[in-house]
């Protein structure tokens, strides 16, 4: 009796046993199917904020070449245009962001900080002046551009990167317009309206600039960029181990295959 009585319980407890299992595996399997869920999901995200690159290029042209058809006069009147442009720009760097590599979306979202912070400051500033407005422009010009620089070159490592020229050419330009801007003492109100346009300007080129990435192939790794160095033979030394084939080490050279 007591032997049928133990064999009895030891059924129970192995089926308890199996049930766990089970239960333990089917939320194994949930846990995997959320997480496979989530990438994909954040695929999708990034697909989608690809496809907005180039209609937001095309949008910061058309509202670049507006701005100085507004007729503002007032100091006060283009610190808060600047500062609603500013911003605007931080939201767009976010889609940039979302857009481009992993290791990238930093930078993107320091970018959108800076941008956020000069639009504020833009917007808060008591009584501006233009040279106040000047200053602001010339600081969110030069961060754009330091961006887009390190953006280039690091275009440059990689073997498809065909299109580093561009942000090369956009970072140059918006550097150059940040110095002009930060040397005029007491401006015009046209050279503020024209600085303020020119922001506006280098966020959509920014945006054209990555939709041209998107289109040569993902953005290298900023790692990438840091190891391999700024400089032309190093960037020709990176494409040339990319294309390389990964040859097995196990194989027998040419020359020692008979011994």
């Given at each position: 009796?007591?032997?049928?009585?133990?064999?009895?319980?030891?059924?129970?407890?192995?089926?308890?046993?199996?049930?766990?299992?089970?239960?333990?595996?089917?939320?194994?399997?949930?846990?995997?199917?959320?997480?496979?869920?989530g990438a994909g999901a954040g695929q999708d995200l990034g697909a989608k904020a690809m496809g907005?690159?180039?209609?937001?290029?095309?949008?910061?042209?058309?509202?670049?070449?507006?701005?100085?058809?507004?007729?503002?006069?007032?100091?006060?009147?283009?610190?808060?245009?600047?500062?609603?442009?500013?911003?605007?720009?931080?939201?767009?760097?976010?889609?940039?962001?979302?857009?481009?590599?992993?290791?990238?979306?930093?930078?993107?979202?320091?970018?959108?900080?800076?941008?956020?912070?000069?639009?504020?400051?833009?917007?808060?500033?008591?009584?501006?002046?233009?040279?106040?407005?000047?200053?602001?422009?010339?600081?969110?010009?030069?961060?754009?551009?330091?961006?887009?620089?390190?953006?280039?070159?690091?275009?440059?490592?990689?073997?498809?990167?065909?299109?580093?020229?561009a942000p090369l050419t956009i970072g140059a330009f918006s550097v150059a317009m940040a110095f002009?801007?930060?040397?005029?003492?007491?401006?015009?109100?046209?050279?503020?309206?024209?600085?303020?346009?020119?922001?506006?300007?280098?966020?959509?080129?920014?945006?054209?600039?990555?939709?041209?990435?998107?289109?040569?192939?993902?953005?290298?790794?900023?790692?990438?960029?840091?190891?391999?160095?700024?400089?032309?033979?190093?960037?020709?030394?990176?494409?040339?181990?990319?294309?390389?084939?990964?040859?097995?080490?196990?194989?027998?050279?040419?020359?020692g295959g008979g011994s």
């Amino acid at each position: 009796m007591s032997a049928s009585g133990d064999r009895g319980h030891d059924l129970r407890g192995h089926g308890h046993d199996l049930h766990g299992h089970a239960f333990h595996e089917h939320g194994r399997g949930r846990g995997h199917g959320g997480a496979s869920g989530g990438a994909g999901a954040g695929q999708d995200l990034g697909a989608k904020a690809m496809g907005a690159l180039l209609p937001l290029g095309i949008g910061w042209l058309l509202f670049a070449l507006a701005i100085p058809m507004f007729g503002l006069t007032t100091g006060k009147s283009i610190a808060v245009l600047l500062g609603i442009t500013l911003l605007l720009g931080a939201l767009s760097e976010l889609v940039t962001g979302l857009a481009s590599g992993v290791s990238w979306r930093p930078t993107h979202a320091a970018l959108a900080v800076a941008l956020a912070a000069g639009g504020i400051v833009a917007l808060v500033w008591p009584s501006p002046t233009l040279a106040v407005v000047a200053r602001i422009a010339a600081w969110s010009l030069l961060a754009l551009g330091i961006h887009a620089l390190v953006s280039a070159f690091s275009q440059r490592q990689a073997a498809h990167g065909g299109t580093w020229w561009a942000p090369l050419t956009i970072g140059a330009f918006s550097v150059a317009m940040a110095f002009w801007a930060a040397t005029h003492h007491h401006p015009t109100y046209s050279l503020v309206v024209l600085w303020v346009a020119l922001t506006a300007l280098v966020i959509g080129l920014t945006k054209f600039a990555a939709t041209m990435r998107s289109a040569d192939g993902e953005e290298p790794r900023l790692d990438t960029l840091m190891h391999s160095g700024f400089s032309g033979r190093a960037a020709a030394g990176a494409a040339r181990a990319e294309q390389q084939p990964h040859m097995d080490p196990a194989a027998p050279t040419r020359g020692g295959g008979g011994s």
